[in-house]
């Protein structure tokens, strides 16, 4: 019903800068929240950052004036620009959307299959 994929991950200096990007496709009547989590090795899947429907963002504290998320809403698609990365930026980072399909009621949560990002070196 629902494919997401992620792409821009790879390896990167730190202070060097990656692009994420997490693309929907399938019978999407409507997208509400989009963000960006992050999982490293050892460590349970934390939230890097989210946006709204609306426009509102909010951040983890660790990537505050680093990262921005953004959205294109004709192209089901959420971005997530990464600045000043750091070593401990490295993970597999994954989109998750709440995606109301055609036909239903409520909206269901999403996840991409995860996009490695290794800062080091």
């Known amino acids: 019903q629902v494919q997401l994929v992620e792409s821009g991950g790879g390896l990167v200096q730190p202070g060097g800068s990656l692009r994420l990007s997490c693309t929907a496709s399938g019978s999407i009547a409507n997208i509400y929240d989009m963000g960006w989590y992050r999982q490293a090795p050892g460590k349970q899947r934390a939230l890097v950052a989210r946006?709204?429907?609306?426009?509102?963002?909010n951040y983890a504290d660790s990537v505050k004036g680093r990262f921005a998320i953004s959205r294109d809403n004709a192209k089901n698609t959420v971005y997530l620009q990464m600045n000043s990365l750091k070593p401990e930026d490295t993970a597999v980072y994954y989109c998750?959307?709440?995606?109301?399909?055609?036909?239903?009621?409520?909206?269901?949560?999403?996840w991409g299959q995860g996009t490695q990002v290794t800062v080091s070196s």
């Open positions: 946006i709204s429907s609306g426009g509102n963002t």
């Open positions: 998750n959307l709440d995606i109301l399909l055609y036909g239903s009621m409520r909206t269901s949560a999403y």
